[in-house]
């Protein structure tokens, strides 16, 4: 399938369920997605946040790292 169908479902939200639905492949990350409200967006961000400091962290490869935000707005 295309991109947007491999990383998620039908109903738009990620195809892996909470907690871990918040990293995807290749510098893909997704945030709000939890329907956990403010306190699943902020778990999320925290985990993205230490994520991405790790990856500075550990030596560069010659493979360029994109990272790609995605945030869902709460109002439907």
């Known amino acids: 399938g ?3 169908t491999v990383h998620f479902s039908e109903d738009g939200m990620p195809r892996l369920p909470f907690p871990n639905g918040w990293k995807g492949e290749n510098g893909l990350y997704t945030v709000g997605f939890t329907r956990r409200g403010i306190l699943g967006a902020c778990a999320d961000a925290t985990k993205i946040a230490h994520d991405i400091a790790e990856q500075w962290r550990t030596p560069a490869t010659t493979e360029t790292t994109r990272f790609i935000v ?3 707005s709460s109002t439907q």
């Open 70 to 72: 995605s945030k869902r």
């Open 2 to 4: 295309t991109e947007s």
